[in-house]
């Protein structure tokens, strides 16, 4: 069941794969199944930049069960270039680093260990831009 | 000497250091009160949540990028490493799945130590140079491991390089021709199952990697009928900073030939990665009609000795990804019970 569900999300984690409408252009993120009445195929993949601004950001200094390894870390809301606005952990940086309205950019990470018989699974997480 | 019936080079070269450090100096402070020599100034640390796959997908990404290639043109994506997140399954299909690569490429891991990287990239060679493909992904890339205490701790790094090998004529740099050289022997192994390599301490100099690089060099440039004052720069796998420095000096090279690639003594050794990364270092300021001069090693043991020519492309596709002198100056030192807790070295109850 764990398996099945990191996998079905492998692209979208991967590489943030988007949606793009084929009539109105408009991209969305994450990839969501067609609304009721709309043409099944009328949302095609669309592979985002991975670059975008940090909206907002804040500190996890509990963190949730499964990522206590990380100790303190920051999740973030980021504009991306294309439009849609994603959460998503902060990694390569501490907190005194961070600014909204700064450049960050996509990297992919490790983001859980699901134990020594489970699998890695692996997803975007954001970081101040390198260049 | 093997050259392929198609000429072949590197179309992208993408390098990735992880942006934590560890001085040397602390590691010593840690097991000899900060006593004695320390073998390099200090090594990169991966991030807590970096491993070989992550880091094999940023330098794949650069060398994607700078060659402006889409990543379905790829034909194989294979990842050399002894520190492969997984025993069993492979790292290149993660990362081949990363980069957006179709899903009719061969992916394959690699293993041979520090020169798991460089038999991808001959292996590329023969893949692109045959007619069978166009394009191959070569990765070296490793989170090396040293026992607490032990020598290779001051050295064992993290980093990737990728190098997109291609048609010559589309080439940053071609590839001239290459040489591999290999023997049984046991300077340094980790038999299956154990957390931390061992090594033979003074063995693992002359009859391991002076033996195996000297082999290796010598018979490219003789068959290649050229001398090392012919080449504008060289970069050979760096386990220290002592070791490249004295091949080099013994082969006839110059500090000035190796040192924009030799870069052990700020971020030690990354095995697969190390000789590539200082590839990559030497792209980032080669010049077309430069030509560099590779050998890379690996124990158990043996190396891969490879002539490159900067071709007039390089200049144009450089600044599509970051230059790898921007991840070696993104250092943030960290302390050793950081370091301890990030490399699983704490034994939690």
């Not at chain 2, 990559?280 to 001069?293: K, N, S, Y």
Request: glycine content about 10%.
């Amino acid at each position: 069941m764990e398996i099945a569900r990191h996998w079905r999300a492998r692209a979208t984690r991967y590489r943030l794969e988007g949606q793009r409408h084929r009539h109105s252009g408009v991209v969305r993120f994450p990839p969501q199944p067609p609304a009721l009445g709309e043409e099944p195929d009328v949302w095609e993949p669309a592979p985002l930049s991975g670059r975008g601004e940090l909206y907002s950001f804040s500190v996890l200094r509990q963190p949730p069960a499964g990522y206590e390894s990380f100790g303190i870390y920051a999740v973030g809301m980021v504009r991306l270039e294309e439009g849609p606005l994603v959460t998503a952990q902060l990694t390569d940086c501490a907190e005194e680093d961070l600014a909204i309205g700064m450049p960050v950019e996509m990297v992919t990470r490790r983001l859980a260990d699901t134990g020594e018989d489970g699998v890695l699974v692996y997803g975007y997480k954001f970081r101040p831009g390198l260049r | 000497m093997m050259k392929p019936i198609r000429p072949v080079g590197l179309v992208g070269y993408g390098a990735y250091v992880p942006r934590y450090r560890i001085a040397a100096r602390e590691i010593a402070r840690m097991w000899t009160d900060g006593q004695g020599g320390v073998p390099v100034e200090a090594k990169s640390v991966p991030g807590p949540d970096e491993d070989v796959i992550t880091m094999a997908i940023e330098a794949g990404r650069n060398a994607l990028a700078r060659a402006a290639l889409p990543a379905e043109r790829l034909s194989a994506v294979w990842v050399g490493s002894e520190s492969h997140p997984y025993s069993v399954k492979p790292s290149g299909t993660v990362v081949a799945e990363a980069l957006g690569a179709s899903h009719w490429i061969s992916a394959a891991d690699w293993e041979f130590a520090c020169k798991a990287g460089s038999e991808a990239l001959t292996a590329s060679m023969a893949l692109v140079g045959s007619g069978m493909a166009d394009y191959a992904m070569a990765i070296g890339a490793d989170t090396a491991q040293g026992r607490p205490g032990d020598a290779l701790e001051y050295t064992a790094s993290a980093g990737a390089g990728a190098l997109l090998v291609g048609p010559a004529e589309e080439a940053v740099a071609t590839i001239d021709a290459t040489v591999s050289y290999v023997s049984d022997t046991p300077d340094f192994y980790r038999r299956a199952d154990r957390p931390y390599p061992v090594h033979g301490n003074r063995f693992t100099g002359e009859p391991a990697y002076f033996h195996q690089i000297m082999s290796a060099a010598r018979r490219l440039l003789d068959e290649l009928g050229r001398s090392p004052t012919d080449f504008t720069y060289a970069v050979f796998h760096q386990p220290n900073t002592k070791f490249p420095q004295t091949v080099a000096k013994r082969l006839g090279f110059s500090e000035a030939q190796i040192a924009p690639g030799l870069l052990s003594p700020r971020i030690g050794n990354p095995y697969s990665g190390a000789a590539l990364v200082g590839l990559c270092a030497i792209l980032d300021v080669a010049r077309p009609g430069d030509t560099i001069f590779v050998t890379t090693y690996g124990s158990g043991a043996g190396s891969d000795a490879y002539a490159l020519t900067v071709t007039g492309r390089l200049p144009a596709c450089r600044e599509r990804a970051p230059l790898t002198a921007a991840y070696l100056e993104r250092e943030v030192f960290v302390d050793y019970a950081t370091y301890a807790r990030w490399r699983g070295k704490l034994v939690l109850g």
